[in-house]
């Protein structure tokens, strides 16, 4: 198994995840968690695997010195376009992760890490870069498909012979995560490193709801209820992506 990137797949990435609800309900979330952690102040920013830029923009919105870092070049130029159109400026790396740490040499106050871990052969394998660029002050926004709820997703559906084999990795053309994370797991990879000061659930309903009550349910509602319901107890566990923020541990 190679990490995947989607060079080939990046117009229809564009379209079914930022194209409705999904990604209006994703980025509010990631957006509610950060603005109640980071500091009022300027941060350098990294966001690793950006995509096409939505989370990049929005930080530079906020007055913050932004670099991203793309593996796939038309997710990188659709990054660029957007910063143009929205008269933002910002460093663009066409690279891959295991690149980063020698390319560049100075910690960031905020490191974005979003829908990377689960595309990745070895997920894990990312922890220690994500440390060494991410300043002792700073914090760490980690993002990532909880495999939890693609298990309930499956239960809901019935598949139980899927289940029963443990067969949760997307097909080769979907965009189903080939490695859907144990949030459990992932716990255990941050010990002695991390401190996770949050945790929030991003789609933490609507995935569930049925389509008609999709179609008809207002956005604003939606995005509402869903920050309202992100850290819910019963709740939260079952959101499609879990997001944490994290910082170094002394």
């Avoid at 309930?152 to 598949?159: Q, V």
């Avoid at 994370?181 to 255990?188: S, V």
């Avoid at 933490?204 to 009550?213: I, K, R």
Wanted: proline letters at 6%.
């Amino acid at each position: 198994m190679k990490d995947r990137h989607f060079d080939e797949l990046a117009t229809r990435f564009a379209a079914k995840i930022y194209g409705g609800a999904k990604g209006a309900i994703r980025l509010a979330v990631l957006q509610a968690d950060l603005l109640e952690r980071l500091p009022e102040r300027r941060l350098r920013v990294l966001d690793i695997g950006a995509g096409l830029g939505h989370m990049a923009l929005w930080l530079a919105q906020q007055g913050h010195d932004v670099t991203l870092a793309e593996p796939a070049r038309p997710m990188l130029d659709g990054a660029r376009e957007r910063f143009e159109s929205a008269g933002q400026t910002a460093t663009f790396l066409h690279a891959s992760w295991q690149q980063l740490p020698d390319l560049l040499d100075m910690p960031y106050d905020l490191v974005l890490c979003h829908a990377v871990l689960e595309w990745l052969a070895e997920p894990y394998a990312i922890l220690p870069a994500l440390h060494q660029l991410t300043a002792t002050d700073g914090h760490l926004s980690l993002a990532f498909y909880n495999r939890d709820a693609l298990v309930y997703r499956n239960l809901l559906k019935g598949h139980f012979r899927k289940l029963r084999g443990n067969d949760l990795a997307g097909e080769k053309q979907s965009l189903t995560p080939q490695m859907p994370l144990d949030p459990r797991e992932l716990a255990t990879q941050l010990e002695g490193h991390w401190h996770v000061q949050s945790q929030s659930g991003v789609r933490v309903f609507h995935d569930y709801m049925p389509a008609p009550f999709q179609g008809r349910a207002d956005m604003a509602d939606l995005i509402e209820m869903e920050l309202a319901h992100r850290r819910h107890p019963a709740f939260a566990g079952l959101g499609r992506y879990l997001h944490w923020i994290c910082c170094p541990a002394s």
